[in-house]
């Protein structure tokens, strides 16, 4: 006697693959951090939508100091391609601490207000992960 049925092992393959995507997701490795912080691409493809404190995960591409500014790039894009001038996408960071170094990795906590030259991210705090 089949317990499940052939609707039934279909329905279980489905939940397996589903929960075995989630668990893919949300465990990259070098990626620690709050498992509620937003990818680069997902912000810098509509900052607008996002409102109130953010937290965005992503490695630094570039540092200016003088503007108290740096650009966040995708975490998973610099682990693909080793460097950080292939992202696609940026975010700018205004944040008033010490500026972190190229190629770090960070979580930054903050608001996305607009400025005369688009979006950007007021960073509040700075979360440097493990590499």
């Not at 937003?38 to 912000?43: A, E, P, Q, T």
């Not at 003088?66 to 682990?79: G, H």
Request: glycine fraction near 12%.
């Amino acid at each position: 006697m089949n317990v499940f049925g052939k609707w039934g092992i279909v329905g279980l393959l489905v939940v397996l693959l589903g929960a075995g995507l989630a668990l893919a997701m949300g465990s990259r490795p070098g990626t620690s951090g709050p498992a509620g912080a937003l990818d680069v691409n997902s912000v810098a493809s509509d900052p607008s939508a996002y409102k109130g404190s953010i937290q965005v995960r992503g490695a630094v591409a570039n540092v200016y100091p003088a503007d108290s500014v740096f650009l966040l790039i995708d975490i998973r894009e610099y682990k693909a391609c080793g460097v950080v001038t292939c992202a696609s996408k940026s975010v700018p960071v205004r944040y008033a601490g010490t500026p972190p170094k190229v190629e770090e990795e960070l979580v930054i906590t903050g608001e996305m207000v607009s400025s005369p030259k688009g979006y950007v991210l007021e960073g509040k705090d700075l979360q440097r992960l493990e590499n």
